[in-house]
């Protein structure tokens, strides 16, 4: 099939290269000329695993393209995915200027009926309001689609190649087939491909990500409660995660969730609901729990060094929101590291591979970056894990002990065993464990 996507960040970009490998035809465009020029000299700006491969190898064979003229690219697609950006406005509803800019275009250079999908997570009723702003620019019939992307950042490639299941919102049948043999090439071992109205595409999307973002509030929660009662929040994961019902995905404590979706996604939903005059309350809590588990490490912290951190030295082991990522979007490193920044604490930092986003987000300004995760211990008062990168979980704690000054260690992934590390001589603080 000839496709275009519209937006060559990261949904866009994965899902370009990935429809590109199973033989499709594919335009990815954006308007960033920078971008494009530097997609095509083979620079992928983003870091995901698989992913420069996939776009090298069909660029090679002509199956992917790179362009910044959508009008060429409009009139060479039959179907075109919209994946540009919604970010939240400062109210959490999603801004739909890019979605609806895009749509206007459509709408001027189309030349014959399309079909047009939104790939961007979008609120509710925004397949209509595409489809408005493309048919006030043109009299040719066209019909818009809701598919919403259920991607994990370090894990995408495999998500798009072989998803649990594919949603597509479109009440027309002839394009619900048009779509179900677009997919058809990612669902051969039986994983559904799930036909529904739009309003209920766009609805499942963020109810998904509301969804396990309530999990890893809830674990936190239980994680804060055993740090008062004296429980062990790793014995009280596996209890309940052994419930079929329940399951262990997404109940790991830790210093709260962060990255492009579930924050963003959950904001989208609440304020959809009070646009509906129906608080969501419980969602409205599970934020709340985020927030506040974002600096759940400094109260041990401040503890431990008698309320004045002034002068002391700091190091932090991740920076980026979760593994396999170098996206630092709502990433609980930039909360804790403002705070320690705010009482007088000096940083030293390493991520394996979100350095330059860090200091693209100017925090080269405020913390002290190290190619070397040891090297980045060296003078440092405290050791603190803030991402669980695979690297981080088997140290060589020898190294780490003459390294500090003091050895101490903030773990806010629950990354090692206490008992282990208190008998090799460090004093240990983690989230809901004894």
């Known amino acids: 099939m000839k496709l275009a996507v519209i937006g060559s960040g990261y949904v866009g970009l994965v899902a370009g290269a990935c429809f590109a490998e199973a033989g499709n035809n594919v335009i990815c465009m954006d308007k960033d000329e920078s971008k494009i020029k530097r997609l095509r000299d083979g620079i992928i700006p983003i870091y995901e695993p698989g992913l420069e491969t996939m776009v090298e190898r069909n660029v090679k064979n002509g199956k992917l393209t790179f362009s910044t003229d959508i009008k060429e690219t409009v009139e060479n697609s039959d179907i075109i995915f919209v994946a540009v950006g919604t970010p939240p406005d400062e109210d959490g509803s999603a801004d739909l200027s890019y979605v609806l800019a895009v749509a206007k275009s459509i709408g001027q250079y189309m030349k014959k009926p399309k079909i047009v999908v939104n790939k961007s997570t979008v609120p509710v009723g925004t397949a209509q309001k595409v489809k408005e702003a493309i048919q006030k620019e043109t009299d040719i ?248 990168w695979l690297e981080y979980r088997e140290p060589d704690f020898e190294k780490i002990k003459s390294a500090l000054n003091r050895p101490v260690v903030f773990d806010g992934r629950n990354v090692y065993n206490p008992q282990k590390m208190r008998d090799m001589g460090f004093d240990y603080f983690c989230i809901g464990r004894p």
């Open 141 to 388: 019939d066209v019909e818009v689609v809701s598919n919403p992307e259920f991607l994990k950042e370090g894990a995408a490639i495999d998500d798009f190649m072989y998803p649990d299941r594919v949603v597509v919102g479109t009440s027309n049948p002839d394009v619900a087939e048009t779509m179900k043999e677009l997919y058809s090439a990612f669902v051969r071992t039986g994983n559904p491909i799930l036909i529904m109205d739009e309003v209920s595409a766009e609805l499942t999307k963020y109810a998904s990500n509301s969804l396990l973002a309530t999990k890893i509030s809830f674990i936190n929660e239980m994680a804060n409660l055993c740090d008062r009662v004296g429980a062990d929040v790793e014995k009280v994961r596996k209890g309940i995660g052994s419930d079929s019902r329940i399951g262990y995905s997404f109940i790991f404590p830790g210093v709260g969730y962060g990255g492009s979706c579930f924050p963003k996604d959950v904001k989208a939903i609440i304020r959809t609901a009070n646009e509906y005059d129906f608080p969501l309350r419980v969602l409205t809590a599970v934020e709340d729990v985020n927030e506040d588990q974002k600096k759940v490490l400094i109260p041990k912290i401040l503890k431990y060094y008698d309320n004045d951190i002034s002068g002391k030295t700091f190091t932090i082991w991740g920076l980026s929101f979760k593994p396999k990522t170098d996206d630092m979007r709502e990433a609980s490193s930039r909360v804790i590291v403002q705070e320690l920044h705010e009482r007088g604490a000096k940083i030293q930092a390493h991520d394996p591979v979100a350095m330059d986003e860090a200091r693209r987000l100017g925090l080269d300004k405020i913390i002290t970056l190290h190619e070397d995760n040891y090297d980045a211990l060296k003078g440092s008062d405290g050791l603190i894990v803030v991402t669980e």
